[in-house]
């Protein structure tokens, strides 16, 4: 059984930077097409970017384009999210979750709160 | 950029049927698929390409798509039902994912 498992809590000041990992248990990375969501207190879904593993290119949503970078460690079967320039408004759950060939995101994270605040 | 938009809310007594809506500029033409989500827990795929449910999801959650609307119907609602429900698509001119507003369906 595919599980994607996330790192821990984080809490940051504005203006540093947060990275949060997304590890595949029971499969391997390299089938998987790694995208990231995040969902702010009380809002709606909003798809960051991911990985197309047919293309072997990461796709950035144009509102994070430049402040966000996605990557993955193959030797440990873990994709990461690092976003930067970190603003209160960054505050949101972060699920990570994987893109099927049903063209669906089926299977997720249980997702990461990112907090920032001085 | 692209935009689905779905009622914010949408109401049904137990056992009746719920439809959600999901708009957006020939969405017809793309595929769409839903999410379930319940308070605290991530989101569920219910439906995908439209009208397929994954193994799992039960026969009374349905999906149709036509010239500008995505509809998730939920047939004999049970109490368990009551959640958020979001769409989504790919935007083919853009690369982009799009997910909808979202809707929170009440079972009364």
């Known amino acids: 059984q595919v599980q994607l498992v996330q790192s821990g809590a984080e809490v940051k000041k504005p203006g540093a930077s947060v990275k949060v990992s997304c590890k595949v248990s029971g499969y391997t990375l390299t089938k998987l097409s790694i995208h990231w969501v995040r969902q702010a207190p009380g809002k709606g879904l909003e798809w960051m970017g991911g990985f197309d593993r047919d293309n072997d290119d990461t796709m950035y949503a144009e509102k994070f384009q430049g402040r966000v970078t996605m990557t993955e460690d193959t030797s440990t079967d873990t994709a990461y999210m690092d976003l930067s320039s970190l603003r209160s408004e960054d505050t949101a759950v972060y699920y990570c979750?994987?893109?099927?060939?049903?063209?669906?995101?089926?299977?997720w994270g249980q997702g990461t709160m990112v907090t920032v605040s001085s | 950029s692209y935009e689905l938009t779905q009622p914010p809310s949408v109401s049904v007594s137990p056992g009746q049927t719920a439809s959600i809506t999901c708009s957006g500029d020939?969405?017809?033409?793309?595929?769409a698929c839903w999410y379930q989500q319940k308070p605290g827990q991530s989101p569920v795929l219910v439906i995908y390409?439209?009208?397929k449910r994954p193994s799992g999801i039960p026969e009374r959650f349905s999906g149709s798509n036509s010239g500008n609307t995505a509809t998730l119907t939920i047939s004999g609602t049970q109490a368990m039902d009551e959640a958020d429900y979001y769409c989504?698509?790919?935007?083919?001119?853009?690369?982009?994912?799009?997910f909808g507003t979202g809707t929170k369906v009440t079972v009364l």
């Open positions: 979750t994987s893109m099927g060939a049903d063209d669906a995101f089926d299977i």
């Open positions: 989504q698509a790919w935007d083919s001119s853009s690369d982009f994912y799009v």
């Open positions: 020939k969405l017809g033409n793309k595929y």
């Open positions: 390409q439209d009208t």
